[in-house]
């Protein structure tokens, strides 16, 4: 089983950026295709950016040509760098592994932009 830790979030101002990392525990973490994923109270959790582990990525409509996923396989970890932040970027913030079946989660990093 993965366990999954973010870090990184915290107060930013509008324009700002953020540097989101979450490493995993397992040893077959190339398998996985990882996601970030956010949440506001009252919402349903809405996909992010999503990178595969052969690199291949997609992003939400909201957040494309701003934030950018990447992966380390040999550190386990994945990466969400966020520029130009909005304050409609306010939410936690959620790894998230996903194979076949299998979907593990972290347990959140706050982000709040905000002035």
């Known amino acids: 089983q993965e366990q999954l830790v973010e870090s990184g979030g915290g107060l930013v101002q509008p324009g700002g950026s953020l540097r989101l990392s979450c490493t995993a525990s397992?040893?077959?973490?190339?398998?996985?295709?990882m996601g970030w994923y956010r949440q506001t109270p009252g919402k349903q959790r809405e996909l992010v950016a999503t990178?595969?582990?052969?690199?291949?990525?997609t992003y939400a409509d909201s957040v494309q040509g701003r934030f950018t996923i990447s992966r380390d396989n040999a550190q386990n970890t994945v990466y969400l760098q966020m520029n130009s932040l909005k304050p409609e970027d306010t939410a936690v913030y959620y790894c998230?592994?996903?194979?076949?079946?299998?979907?593990?989660w972290g347990r959140g990093t706050q982000v709040t932009v905000s002035s």
């Open positions: 990178v595969t582990g052969r690199g291949s990525t």
């Open positions: 998230n592994a996903h194979y076949i079946t299998r979907d593990y």
């Open positions: 397992g040893s077959i973490f190339r398998i996985y295709t």
